[in-house]
């Protein structure tokens, strides 16, 4: 059987690397992975497939930035003509990034069967853009892995058929448990014990300059009682300047690698985040996660976890991080499934599927 892989942007990279691994270990099964070119920084792409040892791509399409309509565009363009030549039996995507929907679209029009990894996540907000993605891509995909039954229920209810919908679990936990080691080995210099860690690049949150410097007067307020860590997304560095807006004392960082990612998160007091993975991961590690958003496509770190949504209100976000250095944090567990072993689950089902 053959499996081509489509990836473009960094979250897509600790989801892939389980699934490649795990699928070397299936026999018959030929791999190819496509980079899109949507992420094309050292610190935005190739230090992940550094540390995730991930094969090098057997093709780069290189689209590089763009408008969502010009990306999307971009990447239909460019895979159309390499899908045709490799003829994959199924091509797996993953996450909700442009290259997911593209890819999808692309597939679909030519008959190519599609395996979607991390289906079923709904913020119910259309106006974010990851939204459009996952909505679009359920729909045309064949197979699809999801990582809490939420995503199943959501699934149920747009009439996706259940024989195509497998719960397997949270594949990006398994690139966690891998690296965690590697991870609590690496330090930072000059770094208090205490201190919150932070990442934005929403859209919503950044590219609005009354939201952002919102955000950042209140991280502000926050870096008067814990130092703030922020290794800052390009979207977000490059609209700071635009703006021109004051970060103070705030202490920005460049992107970090996925292991120097993971260490910083293990030792934070509390995450400030509007990531999607992030939520997870601190639901994993066991750490105050505070979303800086309305909403959230992963409902589970909430339910069970330790995720606290607080949106853009100063208010909120003051109150829980007070809880959070009275030692008063909202405490959770690890979702079912959530444990290292999803890639092999779904290795495991592609390979009790019959090729085309
Ligand atoms: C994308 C995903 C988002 C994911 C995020 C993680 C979509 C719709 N969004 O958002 O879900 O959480 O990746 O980072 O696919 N840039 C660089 N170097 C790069 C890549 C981007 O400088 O390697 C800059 C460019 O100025 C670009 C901007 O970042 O215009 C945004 O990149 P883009 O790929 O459009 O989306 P992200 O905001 O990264």
Known sequence: MHILHVVGARPNFMKVAPVLNALKEQENVLQTLVHT?????INMSDVFFEQLAIQAPDVNLEVGSGTPAKQTAEIMMRLEPVLVERQPDIVLVYGDVNSTVATALVCAKLGVQIGHVEAGLRSFDRTMPEEINRLVTDQLADVLFTPSEDGNENLRREGIPAEKVFLVGNVMIDSLVRLLPSAQKTIVKDLPDRYALVTL?????????????????????VNRELTVVFPTHPRTRQRIVDFGLNTGQLRLLEPCSYVDFLGLQSRATVVIT?????????TYLGLPCLTVRENTERPITISMGTNVLVGRDRG???????LVLEGKAKRGTIPPLWDGQTGKRIADILAGRSPR
Do not use: C, M
């Open 201 to 221: 690049h929403r859209p919503s949150n950044v590219d609005d300059s009354a939201a952002l410097k919102g955000i950042l007067e209140s991280l502000l307020e």
């Open 316 to 322: 909120r976000l003051r109150t829980q991080l007070s």
């Open 37 to 41: 070119g949507q992420h094309y920084d």
């Open 274 to 282: 509007d990531s999607g993975g992030i939520q997870e991961e601190t």
